[in-house]
């Protein structure tokens, strides 16, 4: 479920994912995040801290391998 308001200024979105089945990986399996939909959310200030994190290889998918992280 999600829902979007405006309070004042502030654009707040809530989403709810409930009983969602984890991904189950297989070998050489394409990252899902490649094909499927995204819902990105933050607590950082801005675009570029996110990519900080992305490129200095601190950031790892949720969906990739065991192995990996």
Request: proline residues 6%.
């Amino acid at each position: 479920m999600v829902s979007d308001k405006i309070q004042g200024d502030r654009r707040i979105i809530t989403a709810v994912i409930a009983n969602q089945p984890a991904c189950q990986s297989e070998n050489d399996m394409v990252d899902p995040t490649d094909v499927d939909s995204v819902f990105v959310f933050s607590n950082l200030d801005n675009w570029e801290e996110l990519g900080k994190i992305v490129w200095q290889g601190k950031w790892v998918s949720p969906y990739a391998p065991a192995s990996w992280k």
